[in-house]
Every structure is written in C-alpha cells, then in structure tokens.
T-cell receptor
C-alpha cells in the first residue's frame, strides 16, 4: 500500500530562516513519482515539483530545494531565506501509476513565516 | 500546462440538497480526478473519471452519493447528493494532461459549506 507521512504538522519560523519540510513515503513499486504542492490560504493547489523514482538528483529552484533519498524513502523540501509569502500548507504526494495518475497525499505541514 | 476552471468557487447549501460542481479543461485530457479535502485535512481521491466509461470510485465513496459525468475530453461534473454538514469540504478537480505527464494540475477548488 502507498503511504506518505509528513510528521511535522506545523512549523513556525522567523523570516529569513531556512526551513526543511520532511516527507517519508512507502510504496512497493519500483517506478513511482513524488510531488510537492503548496496550498496558500486561498485554497488552490500550486504545483512545485515532480520527481520520478529513477532520478535521485537533488533539485534547486531559486530559494527552494529538494533532497530525494531512496535509501531512506524520503523527499524533503527546504526553503532558504524564508519569506512571509511562503506561509502556506505544503503537501507531499506519491503516485504509483506513473505520470500524474492518482495521488496519495501526506497530511500536510502548515508553515508559518513570522516577520 | 493545462488550465482548469472549476465552478462554483464556493457555495453554501442547505442540508438535503445537491450541488453539481463543474470542471472545464482547456485541452483534451484522458483522465480527470476528483478529490475531497475536509477542513484541516489532507486530500483524498474520490474517483477517476474517464470519457466514455463509468467513473471508478475509491473505497469509502459511492456513485449514489457522488455521481460523476464525463461527457467529453474537456469536461466533467461531480455532484454531491443529499448533502449533510459532514460534506462541507473543498472539492478539487485534477487532470493528467496528454501533452505532458509531468504534472498533476488542479482546479482552484470549490469550497462547500453545508448548513
């Protein structure tokens, strides 16, 4: 069975601090995809990244970076020099069927950046 | 990337009534997905809608409660039937684009409150 665990329910930091959001997943498939989404207070889901199971290279996009480690089944997300606009709920998700099929979501981490 | 329009964006409904949520995509897509996000919770897949066939429902969701239509490759509806306060949630439509299977795009969601 597929499962995504985001153990951090809420995180609160002061602006400009770095923050890492943890994601641990479980799957029996050798081919799978991992996602991160941002959900601001307005409610929409904003796609951040997709990573397939064969690509363990870390990804950096501006202040965002992702660390994928198959050995520990983790796909952690780091925000560097956090800003108030980063405040949102962040979801990690897993797709086993390939591409962007059915997603299994973690419980989400509510991130609050204080000025 | 696919552009997904979901209507209505929000509604307040009386218990016992039904609400139909529409999802329109700006390109033809093979699969469309409907998710529910209960207050403070993660997203849970309700069903997968394929054009020309009946929707496939996930465990805990039934067609009588959440009938789905998929009349063509760019449109789908989800009806929440005989609503109760427990149905108060955000309902989101998602697609897997034909052009690229690198992302799962979501509509902006329908925030439903049942009173």
């Amino acid at each position: 069975a597929q499962k995504v665990t985001q153990a951090q329910t809420e995180i609160s930091v002061v602006e400009k601090e770095d923050v890492t959001l943890d994601c641990v997943y479980e799957t029996r498939d050798t081919t799978y995809y991992l996602f991160w989404y941002k959900q601001p207070p307005s409610g929409e889901l904003v796609f951040l990244i997709r990573r397939n199971s064969f690509d363990e290279q870390n990804e950096i996009s501006g202040r965002y970076s992702w660390n994928f480690q198959k050995s520990t089944s983790s796909f952690n997300f780091t925000i560097t020099a956090s800003q108030v606009v980063d405040s949102a709920v962040y979801f990690c998700a897993l797709s086993e069927a390939g591409g962007a099929q059915k997603l299994v979501f973690g419980q989400g981490t509510r991130l609050t950046i204080n000025p | 990337s696919a552009v997904i329009s979901q209507k209505p964006s929000r509604d307040i409904c009386q218990r016992g009534t039904s609400l139909t949520i529409q999802c329109q995509v700006d390109s033809q897509v093979t699969m469309m997905f409907w998710y529910r996000q209960q207050p403070g919770q993660s997203l849970t897949l309700i069903a997968t809608a394929n054009q020309g066939s009946e929707a496939t429902y996930e465990s805990g969701f039934v067609i009588d409660k959440f009938p789905i239509s998929r009349p063509n490759l760019t449109f789908s509806t989800l009806t929440v039937s005989n609503m109760s306060p427990e149905d108060s949630s955000i309902y989101l439509c998602s697609v897997e684009a034909r052009i690229s299977d690198t992302e799962a795009f979501f509509g902006q969601g329908t925030r439903l409150t049942v009173v």
